[in-house]
């Protein structure tokens, strides 16, 4: 369904968060992660932030979830799923969250650990986070 989604509004490959929402997240090895369960905007810019995984659980219960970088994912067409390149102990060693105990996405604080963690720019400072 996301490949055919996606061919066809080719060439212009504007999509609805809707159709990436619930879609499988995958690491390079094709080992399973979660799924994407929510895009976050950064509405004082108008891009996309964060893709939020969720991992384990039954249902939603017991279920935790992750503030993942944006850039740090790829789309696969192929598989129809995200790629997030990071190894499952260190996916599973990342801070997390649970739905009802999201993190204040708007500090910059916050903000530089996650893309540190995830080795990701950030895309609200100028060039590389800072060290």
Known sequence: MLKALLIASFPSQVIACSTLAG?????????????????????????????????????????????????????????????????????DAAPGFDKDHWPEMADPAWALDVHRYYESPAYRFSGSPPQ
């Open 23 to 91: 879609e499988a997240v995958l690491n390079a090895d094709g080992e399973g992660f979660g799924e994407l369960a929510h895009i976050v905007i950064d509405m004082t810019t108008g891009r996309i932030a964060y893709g939020v995984v969720a991992r384990g659980g039954v249902f939603g219960i017991g279920e935790k979830l992750f503030a993942i970088p944006w850039s740090a994912f790829s789309l696969d067409l192929a598989r129809e799923c995200m790629v997030l390149d990071i190894a499952a102990e260190r996916l």
